[in-house]
Every structure is written in structure tokens, then in C-alpha cells.
């Protein structure tokens, strides 16, 4: 495909805001696009698979610094894969330690709830449990 996209066509193909195109290139994710001589960017295929690259690390949770690193090794295919596999379980372990925090919190909520017996909210078991100190 050597059809060039403008940032809208882009945006569309991505469902990526234009701003966040313009952000991506700013902290340079994406390369400074080219320009045509009435000053509007340019982007070609290999823009669209990075941007797409991009999207689907952004959906996984993969943090800015992340991709970075991921984007980097991606231009080195002859360097061994075990830096992207490090950085994916690395991501996997953040993901599985928000996981636990989240059954916690969960857990506590809902003891919290339990506690509720209805009446007035001057008895109110939640809004006790919430002004203690923990």
C-alpha cells in the first residue's frame, strides 16, 4: 500500500482522536509525519501498523514507557524475543497484582455491606466503617 493518509484518514482507520495522533508523535511514538506543501501530515502503511501496534498495547494497559521499549525492539527483528516476553510478564505481574488489590477491596465493600441492617442513617454500619481508621 503506498496510498498516503492524512491525519483524518488515519484517525478514521484507527478510531484514534487526531490530538491523540498529534500527542503520539509529540512524545515520539509515532514518527514526525511528512508534510505536503500546504503544511497538512502525511502518513503511509507503515504509520497505520505502528499506530494500530500502538491502540492495541494502549487497550492491553501497556504503559507509554512500555510501548516505547516494545516499538524499539520491534525495529531490531533479528534481536532475540526474551526483552519483549520480560516486558509483557512484567505487565502481567502489575496486572495480576491490581487484580488482588481489587478482589481486597471487593471483599471489604462487601463485608461492609453485610454489615448494613437498614434503619436510619444515624446507625448506619458503612458510613461507621468508613470513619474508622485503619
Known sequence: MSKTLMIGDLASATGTKV????????????RRADRTASG?????????????????????????????SLLALSDRPEAP???????????L?????????????????NRMIRLCAGGSISQCQILEQLAESS
Open 93 to 109: 505481574t502489575d496486572i495480576e497484582a491490581k487484580i488482588a488489590q481489587l478482589i481486597r477491596l471487593r471483599d471489604e465493600l
Open 40 to 68: 497538512r501530515r502525511t502518513y503511509d502503511f507503515e504509520d497505520l501498523k505502528r499506530l494500530r501496534f500502538i491502540r492495541r498495547a494502549r487497550r492491553l494497559g501497556f504503559e507509554t514507557k512500555e510501548i516505547r
Open 19 to 30: 490530538n491523540t495522533i498529534r500527542f503520539y508523535e509529540e512524545t515520539g511514538l509515532m
Open 81 to 91: 524475543c526474551e526483552e519483549v516476553t520480560d516486558i509483557a510478564l512484567g505487565h
